[in-house]
């Protein structure tokens, strides 16, 4: 046997040599060599690293045809080739706790593309991920599986069930690993770049596969896990990975017609907020993208309506003797579960609870940033995110209930309130709230006093009109323009929403915006005199200002002079002078800006639908600033040779002659020019 096995070794293989040499004949030992030789052991162990890459593709192809092909058939184990037998659920029962294939079996197609997940290639580990995801995202069920409890196997069933039981055990088992294999590449490569380097790309492909799969199946099992993965990672200190996060629970807000998951993830990102595990602001602002639309009372009157319901149908139960009652009220709610309908109570309690959970995170905030026991880091961190949730709250506060809208109020009214005369200068700078953070304020405050009961409230509009007259001023530096659209808005609900009976106070907003447009660029200082034409149409108090100064009645002997610092618009004396401002605007570069300018003075007013408001205006001159385009109108001048002259006896009109071309022997005949030739 020994010299049976040498001889193909040291007899065929030197004789079965192509005309070579001897020194060709034995390979030298060569790193290449070993290098082979070891390339070839690995070989013989993963039959799927003998393969190139191209031959790899063509393998994945072919196994995601035949999944799609046979979804049944290739979730199955079978044993040298068989098909599944009784047993099968048992078998696969020892598969799921194990995690690997029993002894004799073959793995599964579905399982098979599974292991190509972790291969060392990583161009394969990607193709293995995103085949798997469009393999997932064509045959899992619409419906979310329940697996059958013990009592129900112990029930004789048919045989159509069984093999439905089994085939939804092993669609949860195969999805159950993908997860498990996504969420561990991921964590693994976190893990390895580091804090502050990027993940790897087969990591983030791990990351986008679990947020495409949390988008296709949101209503499906083990979606928890994927949506608490997704919101850890939205304050990732990577932008790619933070982005991809809050794009995908914006997605969940938005396509969630039951408001159940949009409340699970409002509580997992209010937990954020809660441990101050929030340092950007885009997880805060994924909030402003829920369709909240039912008010707190309703909620809570739908809610007192629903808990009468149950508490009939337990009592109806209970008085049931044989228990059919309640075995239909199971059925029932199955059904319920199943069907494609709104339930109008479901979605009521869960937008009530999320607009709970989302108030109390913002409120989180607000208190957060009045705290005087927090260090500097954690105060600019929260000062960042101060805008943002006052952004929120001014979005949702119609919808607060009455008594939270008493403290949110008083709130306001404290971070608003500016520093005493004093108080050191460098601590009434740094106490001053961001201009963002103030407008932000000031919407919220209106919006809340429009709100349902708010008008009934026993709060003064003028402390939050006051504010807003001194917020305008520090429009004029280049940083703060961009918040000017937020003024605007301020401003409207202030003026036009809601009626002023202050003269005075209307006519030194007008001032003061005509003031303040001097300085604004074209495409924000021209809604803001369109919004001024607007408050000048309803308030026909103003027009004193647009008198000379010699002919107002409020003369500077009388009143003092026109106060321009003043805090309060009522102090600041208006009609002591008069807007001469509109003159300057008028003379400005821009056709839009001048033209309002001109229509503000000749106190025309807006028509409407051929006119657009200050808002549409705004979004279409900021829609030609990016594509970098002025308009224009073009002046047609005659030319000034041009003969204009129009015969008084003549209705037609003649041609127009030009000196500069018209010969001076137009009117001589031929014969005439002739002669003069031929004296020549």
């Given at each position: ?5 040498k ?8 004789k079965?040599s ?5 020194m060709?004949?034995?390979?030298p ?8 030789s070891?390339?070839?052991?690995r070989?013989t ?7 190139t ?8 192809a072919?196994?995601?045809?035949s999944i799609l ?6 979730l199955v184990?079978?044993?040298d080739g068989?098909?599944d ?7 696969d ?14 793995r599964?197609?579905?399982r098979?593309l ?14 293995a991920?995103?085949s798997l995801?469009a ?12 697996l059958?409890t013990?009592?129900e196997?112990?029930?004789r ?6 093999q ?26 976190k ?12 990591g983030?492909?791990?990351l ?8 296709s199946?949101l209503h499906f099992n ?9 919101v850890r ?9 933070r982005?991809?996060?809050?794009q995908?629970?914006?997605y969940v807000f938005t ?5 159940e998951?949009s ?6 990102i ?8 929030v340092g950007?602001t885009?997880?805060?602002?994924t ?5 909240l639309?039912v ?5 809570e009157?739908v ?11 337990k009592k109806?139960?209970a ?26 109570a479901v979605?009521?309690k ?24 927090i260090?500097?880091g ?8 101060l ?5 929120g709250?001014a979005?949702f506060?119609?919808?607060i ?5 008493v403290?949110l ?6 971070l608003l ?8 200068h ?8 961001p ?13 809340t ?7 009934t409230?026993?709060i ?6 006051s504010?807003?007259y ?8 280049q940083?703060?323009?961009?918040h ?5 808005q301020a ?7 809601r009626?002023?009976?202050s003269?005075?106070r209307?006519a030194?907003?007008?001032?003061r915006m005509?003031?303040v447009?001097?300085?604004?660029p074209?495409?924000?200082a021209a809604?803001?005199v369109?919004?001024?034409r607007?408050?000048l149409?309803r ?18 002997a009388?009143?003092?002079?026109l106060v321009l ?6 102090r ?7 807007v ?6 008028r003379?400005g570069?821009h056709p ?6 001109q229509?503000?003075a ?7 639908p ?13 829609r ?5 385009y002025?308009?224009y109108?073009p002046?047609?001048m ?12 003549s209705?037609?009109r ?17 014969q005439?020019l ?7």
């Open positions: 046997m020994a010299s049976a096995n001889r193909p070794r040291h007899g065929d293989r030197s079965s192509t005309n070579k040499g001897d060709n004949s034995k390979k030992n060569t790193p290449a060599t070993k290098a082979h070891k390339t070839k052991k070989d162990t993963d039959s799927t690293e003998e393969h890459h191209e031959n790899i593709c063509n393998y994945i072919e196994l995601c045809e092909e046979d979804p049944r058939a290739a184990s079978t044993v068989d098909d037998d009784d047993d099968e659920a048992d078998k029962e020892d598969l799921q706790q194990s995690g690997t294939v029993l002894a004799g079996k073959k599964s197609q579905l098979r599974l292991d190509l997940g972790e291969h060392v290639d990583p161009n394969t580990c990607r193709l991920m995103v995801l393999v997932f995202q064509d045959i899992l069920p619409t419906y979310r599986i329940r059958p013990a009592a196997k112990a029930v069933v048919s045989k159509e069930t069984k439905l039981w089994n085939y939804e055990r092993q669609m949860l088992l195969h999805y159950q690993w993908y997860l498990k294999l996504l969420e561990r590449t991921w964590e693994e490569s893990s390895q770049s580091g804090s502050n380097l990027s993940p790897s790309i087969v983030m492909t791990a986008c596969s679990l947020c495409e799969m949390l988008k199946a083990f979606r928890s896990s994927i949506l608490s993965l997704v990672n939205m304050s990732s200190p990577n932008g790619h990975v982005e991809t996060c809050c995908t629970t914006i396509h969630d017609p039951q408001g998951i409340l699970e993830a409002s509580k997992l209010a937990r954020a907020v809660q441990n101050h595990r950007h885009e997880l805060l602002r909030f402003l993208h829920l369709p639309r008010h707190e009372d309703e909620a009157a809610r007192i309506h629903t808990a009468a319901v149950q508490k009939k149908r109806m139960a008085l049931s003797a044989d228990g059919e009652a309640a075995e239909a009220a199971e059925i029932e709610k199955e059904l319920k579960e199943g069907s494609a309908t709104i339930d109008v979605l009521a869960a937008q009530a609870d999320t607009l709970q959970t989302v108030v109390v995170s913002y409120f989180r905030i607000l208190k957060r940033s009045s705290d005087a026991t260090s500097h954690e105060r600019e961190k929260v000062r960042r995110l805008p943002t949730a006052l952004e709250l979005k506060a119609h919808l209930h009455l008594d939270t809208v403290d109020l008083a709130l306001l009214k404290h309130n500016p520093p005493d005369e004093d108080d050191d460098n601590t009434a700078a740094s106490t001053e709230l201009l963002d953070a103030a407008l932000n304020s000031l919407l919220t405050a209106f919006q006093l429009q709100g349902p009961g708010g008008q409230l026993p003064d509009p003028k402390e939050y009109i504010p807003l001194r917020q305008l001023l520090r429009l004029v530096t940083s703060n323009a961009v000017t659209p937020l003024a605007l401003i409207d609900l202030a003026f036009l929403q009626r002023e009976y003269k005075d209307t030194a907003f007008v001032k005509l003031g447009s001097l300085h604004l074209p495409r924000y809604p803001m369109n919004l001024v607007m408050i149409a308030y026909s108090s103003v027009q004193p200002l647009f008198e000379s100064e010699m002919d107002v009645v409020y003369s500077s009388v009143a003092g002079g610092d003043a805090h309060d618009p009522e600041s004396n208006p009609f002591a002078s008069s001469w401002e509109v003159a300057l605007l003379q570069v839009t800006l001048s033209q309002q300018a229509r503000v000749n106190n025309t007013p807006i028509k409407l051929f006119e657009k408001k200050y808002h549409d205006l705004r979004i279409a001159m900021e030609d600033y990016d594509e970098m002025i308009r109108a002046v047609k005659k030319h000034p040779l041009a003969d204009s002259t129009k015969a008084k006896d209705k037609k003649r041609r127009v002659q030009y000196r500069f071309i018209k010969s001076r022997h137009a009117n001589k005949t031929d005439e002739k002669r003069e030739l031929l004296k020549l």
